[in-house]
């Protein structure tokens, strides 16, 4: 490892730990209580490392699309090894300035603690309701998600981590409760499947 990849991974483990600390105390006992409290920061390609881990625990090699889709999150979590991975060197994270880059790297983290929350936590009916709920959601999230190439099976999930993930930065920013912008429906699949209670 460089010096200038060593001091990026010791920056974005103080920022996943930091991020880790601001969640609300029922949803830390929550992450803990489904095995997704632990996390590993890498200099490598997300896909890369996923593949590496999963690998070194006895599981078949990832495929090649597997890996290029996986490099292209700087964040996932492995359910397999309840395990969340954040690449410090996710290629589009490279150019930001400081305070950016803690920024992005914390809602990293918090959208993919909330995926494991929603993966484990909700019902077969949330499941088959994501597209319409990812219909309620606000134009941004409801793009992103779609452009996202994900399944409709994954719809919820990736609704939910979302919106966990702005309801944290809004909350470090001192903005705690419902967004006058979000649906109802949404906030309380939200507050039921990870535990938000503010």
Same mark, same amino acid.
């Given at each position: %490892?460089?010096?200038?990849?060593?001091?990026?991974?010791?920056?974005?483990?103080?920022?996943?730990?930091?991020?880790?600390?601001?969640?609300?105390?029922?949803?830390? &006992?929550? #992450?803990?209580?489904?095995?997704?409290?632990?996390?590993?920061?890498?200099?490598?390609?997300?896909?890369?490392?996923? +593949?590496?881990? #999963?690998?070194?625990?006895?599981?078949?090699?990832?495929?090649?699309?597997?890996?290029? +889709? #996986?490099?292209?999150?700087?964040?996932?979590?492995? !359910?397999?090894?309840?395990?969340?991975?954040?690449?410090?060197? &996710? *290629?589009?994270?490279?150019?930001?300035?400081?305070?950016?880059? *803690?920024? %992005?790297?914390?809602?990293?983290?918090? &959208?993919?603690?909330?995926?494991?929350?929603?993966?484990?936590?909700?019902?077969?009916?949330?499941? !088959?309701?994501?597209?319409?709920?990812?219909?309620?959601?606000?134009?941004?999230?409801?793009d992103f998600v779609r452009r996202g190439g994900y399944r409709r099976s994954e719809y919820t999930h990736e609704l939910v981590a979302e919106?966990?993930?702005?309801? %944290?930065?809004?909350?470090?920013?001192?903005?705690?409760?419902?967004?006058?912008?979000?649906?109802?429906?949404?906030?309380?699949?939200?507050?039921?499947?990870?535990?938000?209670?503010?």
């Amino acid at each position: %490892m460089s010096a200038d990849q060593e001091r990026r991974w010791r920056r974005a483990q103080q920022i996943v730990e930091h991020a880790w600390r601001d969640l609300p105390a029922y949803d830390r &006992h929550l #992450l803990q209580s489904i095995g997704a409290s632990q996390w590993l920061i890498t200099t490598e390609a997300t896909g890369r490392a996923v +593949d590496d881990l #999963l690998r070194s625990a006895g599981y078949e090699r990832l495929s090649e699309r597997a890996v290029r +889709d #996986l490099n292209a999150a700087a964040g996932v979590w492995i !359910a397999e090894l309840r395990l969340v991975v954040i690449s410090a060197a &996710h *290629e589009p994270l490279a150019e930001l300035d400081d305070r950016t880059y *803690e920024a %992005m790297l914390a809602r990293v983290a918090w &959208h993919e603690w909330a995926h494991a929350l929603s993966v484990v936590r909700a019902t077969r009916e949330d499941v !088959a309701a994501g597209e319409r709920l990812l219909d309620l959601a606000p134009s941004g999230i409801r793009d992103f998600v779609r452009r996202g190439g994900y399944r409709r099976s994954e719809y919820t999930h990736e609704l939910v981590a979302e919106i966990y993930a702005l309801l %944290m930065s809004r909350r470090r920013r001192g903005q705690p409760g419902q967004p006058p912008w979000l649906h109802d429906e949404i906030y309380n699949l939200v507050r039921r499947v990870s535990g938000w209670s503010e």
